[in-house]
């Protein structure tokens, strides 16, 4: 059974840095892409970005190049979502899930919370 | 950056009508056109993929239409365990983006 399973709910002040993770069972983890999804209260979903953990090839959006950082580690069947200076605006929903060539995110997350707040 | 903008934002309507949603994008996609549906505190779940092609598990009266640049997901008699929000995506050269959302409530 194909699962994702991410990190808890984190509360951080702004300035703060952040790693979330998003753990994965049931299938190769070096043979599909893991896309990252934000979604902010009460919004809709925006694309992060994505990552090829075989080589970790990353591709961000481009309304999110610069603000995280998106790494794997094979060894563990782990991706990650980082921030180096967290800002009152990232406080959102984010989602990873699997994205394959054919069937686009047929996998997904349960969701980490991160809320900044001073 | 392709951008998806869904009709209407909301749509009210009763158990057994049918649903018609459209996703327009402001360049025509390859044909990795998905629809997803997301309830309150759940994550999004795959409805639609490949524009046509039902995911895993999904009934028949979820069905995906269109090509260039309109898409359309029709549910043919609602149950009421669709009412929820329904997004489109696509995703070209593993660059993706949503549409806004369409919010399907019951009326």
């Known amino acids: 059974e194909v699962q994702l399973v991410q990190s808890g709910a984190e509360v951080r002040k702004p300035g703060e840095s952040l790693k979330i993770s998003c753990k994965v069972s049931?299938?190769?983890?070096?043979?599909?892409?893991i896309a990252w999804v934000r979604q902010m209260p009460g919004k809709g979903l925006e694309w992060m970005g994505i990552?090829?953990?075989?080589?970790?090839?990353?591709r961000y959006s481009p309304s999110f190049l610069g603000q995280v950082t998106i790494s794997a580690d094979q060894s563990i069947n782990t991706a990650y979502l980082q921030w180096s200076s967290l800002k009152a605006s990232d406080t959102a929903m984010y989602y990873c899930?699997?994205?394959?060539?054919?069937?686009?995110?047929?996998?997904w997350g349960q969701g980490t919370l991160v809320t900044v707040s001073s | 950056e392709i951008v998806l903008t869904q009709s209407p934002d909301t749509l009210s309507l009763s158990p057994g009508e049918r649903a018609t949603l459209s996703c327009r994008a402001s360049?025509?996609?390859?044909?990795?056109l998905a629809w997803y549906q997301q309830k309150p505190g759940q994550a999004p779940r795959l409805l639609i993929y490949?524009?046509?092609t039902r995911a895993t598990g999904i009934p028949a009266r979820f069905s995906g239409s269109g090509s260039g640049t309109d898409f359309t997901l029709t549910i043919s008699s609602l149950e009421p365990e669709d009412f929820a929000v329904y997004y489109c995506?696509?995703?070209?050269?593993?660059?993706?983006?949503f549409g806004q959302g369409t919010r399907l409530e019951i009326k």
């Open positions: 899930a699997r994205l394959v060539a054919v069937a686009d995110l047929d996998y």
């Open positions: 049931g299938y190769s983890f070096t043979s599909h892409w």
């Open positions: 990552i090829y953990p075989r080589d970790s090839d990353t």
């Open positions: 360049q025509s996609v390859s044909g990795y």
């Open positions: 490949d524009t046509f």
């Open positions: 995506q696509q995703r070209d050269n593993w660059s993706g983006s």
